[in-house]
Each structure stands twice: as structure tokens, then as C-alpha cells.
């Protein structure tokens, strides 16, 4: 076991991480370890480790697929600066297919948001997630270009970015899954707080596709 992997098993907690497991409901090892927790020691090992070395251990921790050690892996990459951070990316990406809950998938969407932000030429492998059989894979397309809907004035590449990732929804829109009607109403509510008229003209030409309750949350703000 890795100096760190020992840090985080240090800190298990039985009982919780039973209660953990009936939660996430993924067949993994689960240590009971909170977050901040893991945050603690993952801004030591920052501290101390150069962007290789992040990346490696980054990719120990994802591979060990211990729930918490996969939450650390992700939030080890979470940083909105990274030199030379194509590693960093790739690794990022290849954990896509694994996702297989929400949390994990989302901790490795906020690193993820980073680096599409710092690269927007990596929408293009993010747009081949959509035609992916997992469906956590296909959300992750949505949650990971969030980014874009917060933005109050945005350039042309920008304003293109959502448009484009618009068009993704409009496929999305008959995916009868709970989760990617979540997120479509998800990108949808955040989008509309700083460009209200996109999603209304979204939603008049498609909303009648969506299910009920992700319509109506996405309109939560018009």
C-alpha cells in the first residue's frame, strides 16, 4: 500500500463507511472517510508534489477503486492552473468510462471543468461521450461543461461552446433517464441566470421532448 493509500485507511471508519456502501450502492471498497478529510490530505500532498508526480499518484489512487482514494484522485487534479497539463487531461478522460455514481463522477467532472476551461479544443472527445452506453458517461458530457453556463460575458468561442452543447442536448432530450434529464435541466436552470433568451429559444423548440420535472426545473429562472 502507497504512503498515502495508508494516510486514508488511517482515518476508516467502519460504521460509516458500511452506511456508505448501502448509499452509493457500487460494488467497492469503502473506508468511511469524509471529505474534508480527504481534502486535508490532499492539500499536503499538492504541497509537495510536482504536476508528474500529482498525475501518477492521481492515477494510483483511480486505480485503487477505493471509493475514497477515487475521490482524492479527482480533487488532486481540481486545479484551475496546471502546466503543461495534457497528462493531466488524459488521465481525467480515460476515468469516464468507470464512472458508475454520481459522486465520483462528479468530483472527477470538477477536474475535469478545469481543464476543458483551460483547452476548449477537448469538447471535441468530449462530444463522442454522448454515444456512449453508460450513462454516466453521457451525463458526464453535460456536468464537465458547466463552465459555460456561468460565464456573464462571454466571447464568440464562448457563446459557440453553448450553442454547441445545446445541439448535444437536443439529442440528449429523449434519454429517458432520470440522471440525463437531471443534468439537461441542470445545464439548462444554470445557463438561464446569465442568458435567459438561449434557453427559452431552447426550450420552445425542444422542451416538449424533456420529461416533466427536468422541464420545469430547467425554467426555474425565466
Not at 501518477?56 to 477503486?65: E, F, G, I, P, R
Request: some cysteine; aromatic content about 8%.
Amino acid at each position: 500500500m502507497t504512503a498515502p493509500l495508508a494516510q486514508l485507511a488511517a482515518l476508516a471508519n467502519p460504521a460509516k463507511a458500511t452506511e456508505m456502501a448501502a448509499y452509493h450502492k457500487a460494488d467497492r471498497p469503502y473506508l468511511g472517510v469524509t471529505v474534508p478529510q480527504i481534502e486535508t490530505l490532499v492539500a499536503e500532498w499538492r504541497a509537495a508534489l510536482d504536476v508528474p508526480s500529482r498525475v501518477a499518484l492521481a492515477n494510483t489512487l483511480w486505480h485503487s477503486n477505493i471509493h475514497e482514494a477515487r475521490i482524492a484522485a479527482a480533487k488532486l487534479l481540481t486545479q484551475a492552473r496546471i502546466r503543461e497539463d495534457a497528462a493531466a487531461w488524459a488521465l481525467i478522460a480515460s476515468w469516464v468510462p468507470d464512472f458508475d455514481t454520481w459522486a465520483l463522477a462528479d468530483h472527477a467532472c470538477k477536474a475535469g471543468e478545469k481543464r476543458l476551461s483551460a483547452d476548449p479544443s477537448r469538447l471535441d472527445q468530449v462530444e463522442a461521450w454522448l454515444s456512449s452506453p453508460n450513462l454516466w458517461t453521457r451525463r458526464a458530457a453535460l456536468v464537465m461543461t458547466l463552465p459555460w453556463t456561468k460565464q456573464n460575458h462571454p466571447k464568440p468561442a464562448d457563446e459557440a461552446a453553448r450553442d454547441r452543447i445545446l445541439g448535444w442536448m437536443v439529442g440528449l432530450a429523449a434519454d429517458r433517464d432520470w440522471f440525463i434529464q437531471k443534468a439537461i435541466a441542470w445545464w439548462l436552470r444554470d445557463l438561464s441566470k446569465h442568458d435567459a433568451s438561449r434557453v427559452r429559444a431552447w426550450l420552445e423548440a425542444h422542451g416538449d421532448a424533456l420529461k416533466p420535472f427536468a422541464r420545469k426545473e430547467a425554467a426555474k429562472y425565466l
